[in-house]
């Protein structure tokens, strides 16, 4: 379960374009790709194939595709390539499943794999690839990366060299929700620094109206994830881009000073009881209190900020207005330094195949191009870090702020560290760290633990 398929967290959270030249032939061309010659795409359910034409006629053929995303994400990724279908002639069989990460290997080890997969983590995608049963991307998805991502992403979808997996989605992580009128109404401002916003937790804390901040951890299987993505906020603020690569990669170990510092800055302010958990409990309360359920205290005063990614957005309440004077808004967690710039985390999908048939192949080049992330973007609830996405076909002010951000060359962006790293790290004793921390566990005790787990080469 991963932190998004337990509820959702890589939706990513968080595509490209190519074309297929002929029907029956496999010329792909970067310069045939009509996909990315529009920022809109086709509207699903009209008569107008004219930006579909480059994928082929596949009259009768079908691709199975599976993944984590389920309910009303799974209707509008459904919807955003219904039209692909009725231009192509190709059938897309969907499955979504809250099992994806531990069925995907045991359908691939049968021989039972999908046609194409939906990777929420690059980490299990790599174990798949490393195996043997992914296919290398064709090279018109490469050339197209190259032009619409950073060279960090591709470098997310390449293992040991070879470029299998395209991104798809993505997710902005790292910002700090908060209601405007409470702001304005005591006078707070928004802090610039790590260090401002550690003075203002710590005015909050002293004027004793509220706690400073709600915080829940709690998602099932997955309890403990939103914990690992305050201490990549705080690798990344303090350290940098390059330690935080070392750190994914392990060439430096996780017991390492510079990460026992982040986890120590974090700690520092949520656990503290002074801090926290306004409206639920203690500190401990903050295993028991759901991701998703977190936040709600901001609404009513409770508590003055909650960390969590652009995804919180869906979580409020129907009819809360989110936007900067609205019931709710938010701020990126700020940098350590100002001087440095923005540096920020977040997560995505990546699209792979088991199969290369041309079906497939028509396939992935649609879910690369611009014409699917902008046709996934206009149904609402998800962002994309794809140069050739519309920001304005956003549905949110906090979207088309977030596309922009991603979009921003200046902009230090880093995928999530414990989706990148092996998966009885990642997605194991990093969460189960959390957990063992939040429960009082010292903080060298807990990074020693974390560190005895990473798997031996």
Not at 141 to 160: E, R
Not at 227 to 250: C, F, K, M, N
Not at 355 to 376: P, Q
Request: proline share 5%; hydrophobic share 35%; net charge negative.
């Amino acid at each position: 379960m991963t932190k998004e398929s337990a509820p959702m967290k890589f939706r990513t959270k968080p595509t490209m374009m190519l074309p297929l030249a002929a029907v029956g032939a496999l010329a792909l061309a970067v310069s045939g790709c009509s996909g990315d010659t529009t920022s809109s795409g086709s509207s699903a359910g009209s008569d107008d194939c004219s930006a579909y034409s480059s994928y082929g006629k596949h009259d009768g053929k079908t691709v199975s595709v599976y993944s984590t995303i389920v309910d009303v994400e799974a209707t509008n990724l459904e919807e955003s390539w219904s039209q692909f279908e009725k231009c192509t002639g190709i059938t897309i069989k969907y499955e979504g499943s809250k099992e994806f990460e531990t069925q995907i290997g045991v359908r691939a080890k049968a021989g039972t794999a999908p046609d194409v997969a939906i990777f929420p983590q690059p980490g299990l995608m790599a174990d798949q690839a490393k195996a043997g049963y992914l296919k290398p991307a064709p090279q018109a998805v490469s050339d197209l990366v190259d032009k619409n991502w950073s060279a960090d992403w591709k470098k997310y979808g390449t293992v040991d060299g070879t470029f299998y997996t395209a991104p798809m989605l993505a997710n902005v992580k790292g910002y700090v929700w908060y209601s405007p009128k409470t702001f304005k109404d005591n006078g707070w401002e928004i802090p610039k620094t790590w260090d401002d916003m550690v003075s203002l937790t710590k005015k909050i804390a002293d004027e004793g109206k509220m706690k400073p901040w709600c915080v829940g951890f709690e998602s099932g299987e997955a309890t403990g994830w939103p914990g690992t993505d305050w201490v990549e906020d705080a690798v990344l603020r303090e350290s940098g881009p390059e330690v935080y690569d070392q750190w994914v990669s392990h060439e430096i170990p996780f017991n390492d000073p510079k990460i026992v510092s982040a986890f120590d800055k974090v700690g520092s302010i949520i656990l503290d009881p002074k801090n926290v958990n306004g409206g639920f409990g203690d500190v401990r309360s903050i295993l028991t209190t759901g991701f998703a359920q977190a936040g709600q205290p901001v609404l009513d005063g409770t508590c003055a900020m909650h960390h969590q990614a652009n995804f919180q957005a869906s979580n409020w309440p129907e009819g809360t207005k989110v936007a900067e004077d609205g019931d709710v808004w938010a701020f990126m967690a700020p940098p350590m330094d100002e001087s440095k710039g923005q540096a920020i985390t977040g997560g995505g999908e990546m699209v792979g195949a088991y199969k290369d048939t041309e079906e497939v192949k028509s396939f992935l080049a649609y879910m690369a191009s611009a014409d699917f992330a902008n046709n996934r973007v206009k149904l609402g609830g998800v962002i994309s870090a794809n140069k050739g996405l519309d920001a304005n076909n956003a549905q949110t002010a906090l979207d088309k702020a977030s596309i922009k951000l991603l979009q921003d060359p200046k902009t230090v962006f880093r995928f999530d560290a414990s989706d990148l790293m092996p998966g009885a790290v990642g997605s194991n004793s990093f969460w189960k760290g959390i957990v063992s921390w939040v429960n009082g566990t010292p903080t060298s005790k807990v990074v020693d633990q974390i560190e005895s787990s990473w798997p031996k080469k």
